[in-house]
């Protein structure tokens, strides 16, 4: 049996002749969180809709759970939560969570809405249309879409953004929930206080390729910040002049 | 398939935007015309066709970009294409929403048109709803595999209509000339009938096979 959930090899992803993601490769295995770091333009979002199979990339292999990807019981098993949060908003929580849960022919499909919007604190708006929804509770509400049948590997793009303290409380639970049952994460994040110390491994992406990476659990915050700006600063990918 | 049709349903019941507007803007298509033409004019099977069929195809074209619009809001379109399903089934769901909308429109506006137009009853009128079935199936198959592609960019109001209607001059063309038969009472009109047909088989099949490569990047 393959023990990696993500091999990527060389991939590359070109948008009008220009290189977003520009040779990465990586092994991910079976309860590894991984952090995805880079200033803005670094490429973590292709590369996350590159994961997710939303985007072909212009090179290089991809390979989830050991298979070609772009399968549909590849795709069961993926988890995906965007800029965007793929919700209807003229439906309510609970017929989002319906739609998406027939989709993906989710089991006791009532029981797991009712646990979802509960765990992650929406139980009291389940049948408010999303139209009224604050940023924030859109994506708590995003979250629960993308954890509603219990994706082998969740790929989370900046989750962070828009939630208040009780909100990041409960992604942060959330999460932590997730590692335990050794789904294997992968997320993006500016955030270093709240997203590095979930992490088994992190890598620096700079202009589409890696800068750095770590083989093991990242330094600490502090170090790791300085370790991200030294690594991202303009004149740190640039040609040395030979001496 | 279900789940989608299942959506498309909540939220026009929700929102009740789609039909509200295809039904307002396919009566005052009627209307006009029906001004326009003097009471010889309007008389002629061929007018009531042209009328019958020119009123489909605008209306046809809203209920295409509306089906699609409703995904492209917080990137919708995206989660169905990360869905466990093969995207011809999204085409068939889409195919069918399209379908079921245009035929409400239809229920009320062909005996509106017909009244108006002043077509006295023949047998030969019973075929109608058939002929108008054909088409409307072939017209939302050819339509859905266009509206998928123009929706996704910036000028989508104008290259959905110059992709399509081009392409969709064949079935037009069979379609009136059905249709005029019908309501000059002229007897079957078999050949047209097949031309429908075989523009339904063609672009259902068509669209669902390559309904992937459509949508995906």
Redesign the interface.
Known sequence: MNKWVIEAKNLRKTFAWTPVVDGVSCCIGTGEVIGLFGPNGAGKTTCLRLL?????PSAGTLRLFGDEPYR??V??R?G?L??????????TPT?NL???G????VSDLKERIDLTLEQLGLRDWRNT?VRAFSRGMEQRLALA?ALLHDPDLLLLDEPYTGLDARGVATLQATLGRAKEQQKTIVLTTHDFALGLPLCDRAVILQGGRIAWQSDDRPPPVPEFIELYHAVTQPSALSPQPSS | MWPLLWKDLHLELRTKERVSSLFVLAVLIVLVFVFALSPEQAQRPEVGAALLWVTLLFAGMLSLQRAFLIEQERGCFFALLLCPFEPGTLFLAKLLGNVVSLLLVEVVVTPLTLLLLGVSWSPSLLLLPLVLLLGIIGFSALGTLFAAIAVRTRAREVLLPVLLLPLLVPLLIAAVNVTSALLAGSPWPGAWLRVLLAFDVIFVVTGWLIFAQVVRE
């Open positions: 997710a199979t939303l985007l072909r549909p019981s795709r069961r993926l995906f965007g800029h965007d949060s793929f919700l209807y908003a003229d439906l017929e319906i739609f998406y027939r989709a993906y022919e249309p879409r």
